[in-house]
């Protein structure tokens, strides 16, 4: 079993930058990817940002595409979510996940285990 825990999150005006950390304990050798999504109220839950946990692929969405940066430090365990120049439409809980399975990291149903998530809303 994989444990994922976020923090980062918080109350930031449009325009601001965060920098979300998730992570990541527990049967590590098990984790292909893990990624980052968010779900906003009366919103589906949307992929965001995926790593691969043992190469190098980088996967994005979008709207975040060009202001976000993930990246994974397998030493600390950890994967990391940039976000510059956020507007109020980023305002979401931000959640974190794992694939252990090759699947296809940008889809939701590739994932296993989730954190609780955390919030992050964007004033303008």
């Known amino acids: 079993q994989v444990q994922l825990v976020e923090s980062g999150g918080g109350l930031v005006q449009s325009g601001d930058s965060l920098r979300l950390s998730c992570a990541v304990s527990?049967?590590?050798?098990?984790?292909?990817?893990v990624g980052w999504f968010r779900q906003a109220p009366g919103k589906i839950r949307e992929f965001v940002a995926a790593?691969?946990?043992?190469?190098?692929?980088?996967y994005y969405a979008d709207s975040v595409k060009g202001r976000a940066v993930i990246s994974r430090d397998r030493v600390k365990k950890t994967v990391d979510l940039q976000m510059d120049r956020l507007t109020p439409e980023d305002t979401a809980v931000y959640y974190c996940?794992?694939?252990?399975?090759?699947?296809?990291?940008?889809?939701?149903?590739?994932?296993?285990?989730w954190g609780q998530g955390t919030q992050v809303t964007v004033s303008s």
């Open positions: 527990g049967d590590i050798d098990s984790i292909f990817a």
């Open positions: 790593h691969h946990w043992l190469g190098n692929s980088l």
């Open positions: 996940a794992d694939v252990t399975t090759h699947s296809d990291p940008r889809l939701i149903y590739s994932y296993d285990h």
